[in-house]
Nanobody, 115 residues
């Protein structure tokens, strides 16, 4: 099973980025997909998750600025990030969880918000 994340980079405060994650190599259906982030010296934290029926959960810190979406047929999940702030700087990881509870993580993509 592989999760390949892309779309990170350097952006100025107030700017936008879109992250994408492709899950491949699974022979099972995925229940929940999501994005987490981890800044240096901090614990990994939830950013947003989406279930296979479209139920969405956002961290309070990103509500109104980030939007998670998912293409079930293509096994992809995306995170549109608008109005980015310096405190959004982190390594962002995508996650996939099967119905049986198996969890898979992507390799992480760096997002840096700086002027």
């Amino acid at each position: 099973v592989q999760l390949q994340a892309s779309g990170g980079g350097l952006v100025q405060p107030g700017g936008s980025l879109k992250l994408s994650c492709l899950v491949s190599g699974t022979g099972f259906s995925i229940n929940v997909m999501g994005w987490y982030r981890q800044a240096p010296g901090k614990k990994r934290e939830l950013v947003a998750t989406i279930t296979n029926v479209g139920a969405i959960n956002y961290a309070d810190s990103v509500k109104g600025r980030f939007t998670i979406s998912r293409d079930i047929a293509k096994n992809t999940v995306a995170l549109q990030m608008n109005s980015l702030k310096p405190e959004d700087t982190s390594v962002y990881y995508c996650k996939a969880e099967s119905w049986s509870g198996l969890v898979y993580w992507g390799q992480g993509t760096q997002v840096t918000v700086s002027s």
